[in-house]
């Protein structure tokens, strides 16, 4: 079993910035994908942003070029700076991991519990 806890979040002005952290927890296990989702009121649950094991990235073109990702490999976190926030990025926000347990060698996904992201215009 594998625990995700997340920190960051709030509410921002236009134009502002925020940083979301999300560290996982657990046992034998090894992080394949980690990321971000958001979800919007009324909307579906949309990728934002995600990064490999191995280092690639990719990202909503409606982010490019205003939020990043990283992660430590070493502790299992990742995290997404966010800048020149818009009041559209308003939303939930969901870190993502997918593991691969060591000793049965299945993959499973874990979420998040969310945090909110406001942009006041």
């Known amino acids: 079993q594998v625990q995700l806890v997340e920190s960051g979040g709030g509410l921002v002005q236009a134009g502002g910035s925020l940083r979301l952290s999300c560290a996982a927890s657990?046992?034998?296990?090894?992080?394949?994908?980690m990321g971000w989702y958001r979800q919007a009121p009324g909307k579906q649950r949309e990728m934002v942003a995600v990064?490999?094991?191995?280092?690639?990235?990719d990202y909503a073109d409606s982010v490019k070029g205003r939020f990043t990702i990283s992660r430590d490999n070493a502790k299992n976190s990742v995290s997404l700076q966010m800048n020149n926030l818009k009041p559209e990025d308003t939303a939930v926000y969901y870190c993502?991991?997918?593991?691969?347990?060591?000793?049965?060698?299945?993959?499973?996904?874990?979420w998040g519990q969310g945090t909110q992201v406001s942009v006041s215009s």
């Open positions: 657990g046992s034998r296990f090894i992080a394949l994908t």
């Open positions: 993502y991991i997918r593991i691969v347990n060591t000793d049965t060698l299945r993959s499973n996904d874990y």
């Open positions: 990064t490999a094991s191995g280092g690639t990235t």
